[in-house]
């Protein structure tokens, strides 16, 4: 991509000429689409068919949860945000890549479930194809950058939910190494399903918000990085939300449809998402 690079001093002084995205930000795409297609297949397959998904009544729901939120928020959240990349949108480019991270970390539950079901090669090929068009998309992103009052404030928010996770995983985690007492979940979901979540958490969450909170201090790729974070955590909260309520309404016990306090975290990460995208318009710069 023939594009002239954002020098090192951060803001630049200059935003270079636009030009015509290159081939492996096309291909990115087009895998891009592909994962709309299979993602909409398989989350409607799990949402209608009641004899897919095995185990415990709260993992059951939890699964058809997530199946509904993909379909409804999840995937036109994507397509929008694939077509506005197209059109030649920065902001899009970016929201692109946080629902592209978002459909690597929702189907990592499915993949790496001990259970089998008829369409884990499907949610495989979903996980493998959003990876390889992130890694594409990620070799030509380009951004525009804004002030940096705005970033630090998001950037110290980004640190302190890391911190916060870590936290409160660490102790959960040092308590089981000490006592035996094996962690526990807002839903009651079995002790393989908590390892999983944990270890998903503490491997494709804290880090990217820690390292997104770092770089927003003093990078274009902070400001990306950021942008991406916000979208990727925030719209997978609505998978958990649509979880709690299946969860609920399967009867499972001590589990409402609801809690104010889930809400906390969409809108601490959506007040972020707004202080970052919200700008005027800037030709795309190439990261470096």
């Not at 090192?8 to 096309?26: C, I």
């Not at 990115?28 to 009544?57: I, K, Q």
């Not at 089998?116 to 594409?136: C, E, K, M, P, R």
């Not at 809400?263 to 707004?274: E, F, Q, R, S």
């Amino acid at each position: 991509m023939d594009e002239t690079i954002v020098s090192r001093s951060w803001p630049p002084a200059s935003d270079p000429p636009r030009t015509r995205p290159g081939l492996r930000f096309r291909a990115a795409w087009w895998l891009s689409g592909l994962v709309v297609v299979l993602t909409v297949a398989a989350a409607a397959a799990g949402l209608w068919s009641d004899g897919l998904y095995s185990g415990p009544a709260a993992l059951v729901a939890r699964f058809r949860g997530n199946d509904l939120a993909t379909l409804v928020a999840g995937m036109p959240i994507l397509l929008v945000a694939l077509a506005g990349s197209v059109k030649g949108s920065t902001r899009a480019d970016l929201v692109w890549v946080g629902m592209l991270a978002y459909s690597i970390y929702n189907y990592a539950y499915y993949v790496y479930d001990p259970a089998f079901n008829d369409l884990f090669l499907l949610h495989v090929a979903i996980v493998a194809l959003s990876a390889t068009s992130l890694g594409l998309a990620l070799t030509e992103l380009c951004v525009a950058v804004r002030a940096r009052k705005a970033m630090r404030w998001v950037g110290g928010l980004l640190l302190l939910l890391a911190a916060a996770m870590v936290g409160m995983y660490s102790v959960s985690l040092i308590r089981q190494a000490a006592t035996g007492e094996l962690p526990g979940d807002v839903l009651p979901l079995p002790s393989a399903q908590v390892h999983l979540g944990m270890a998903l958490d503490l491997t494709m969450v804290a880090p990217p918000m820690a390292l997104a909170g770092l770089l927003l201090l003093r990078s274009a790729w902070g400001y990306a990085l950021g942008i991406a974070t916000c979208v990727y955590i925030g719209v997978y909260q609505l998978n958990f939300l649509a979880a709690r309520y299946f969860v609920a309404e399967a009867g499972v016990p001590g589990v409402a449809h609801a809690d104010p306090l889930d809400l906390m975290i969409p809108v601490l990460l959506l007040a972020a998402l707004l202080a970052l995208a919200v700008h005027p318009r800037r030709p795309r710069q190439r990261l470096r």
